[in-house]
Nanobody, 124 residues
Framework: QVQLVESGGGLVQAGGSMRLSCAAS????????MGWFRQAPGKEREFVAH????????SYADSVKGRCTISRDNAKNTVYLQMDSLKPEDTAVYYC?????????????????WGQGTQVNVSS
């Protein structure tokens, strides 16, 4: 069982930056690919970014490409999402997820473990 705890959300003005963190309980964290997803009010949850188990491969949704960077520190069992040039449409609950494969996925049903989410609000 993998437990994931997100942190770092809050309120930021448009154009600002925020870094989300997701700490994992699993000691074999380095064997898991990780993903970030988000859900805005009234919308379905959507893919944001994913990173391979080693950190060598990343992928981003078009809506955040060039503005977000996913990274991980396997020594700290933590994955990060750095978000820059934030827009009001980035307002959502952000979730991290883990899958017990080395390569990430854009499909949420391919992730077995989820955090509780952290709220990000971007004001205009």
């Amino acid at each position: 069982q993998v437990q994931l705890v997100e942190s770092g959300g809050g309120l930021v003005q448009a154009g600002g930056s925020m870094r989300l963190s997701c700490a994992a309980s699993q000691r074999t964290f380095s064997s898991y690919a990780m993903g970030w997803f988000r859900q805005a009010p009234g919308k379905e949850r959507e893919f944001v970014a994913h990173i391979s188990a080693s950190g060598g491969m990343t992928s981003y949704a078009d809506s955040v490409k060039g503005r977000c960077t996913i990274s991980r520190d396997n020594a700290k069992n933590t994955v990060y999402l750095q978000m820059d040039s934030l827009k009001p449409e980035d307002t959502a609950v952000y979730y991290c997820a883990a899958r017990s494969l080395r390569v990430g996925s854009r499909w949420e049903n391919e992730y077995a473990y989820w955090g509780q989410g952290t709220q990000v609000n971007v004001s205009s």
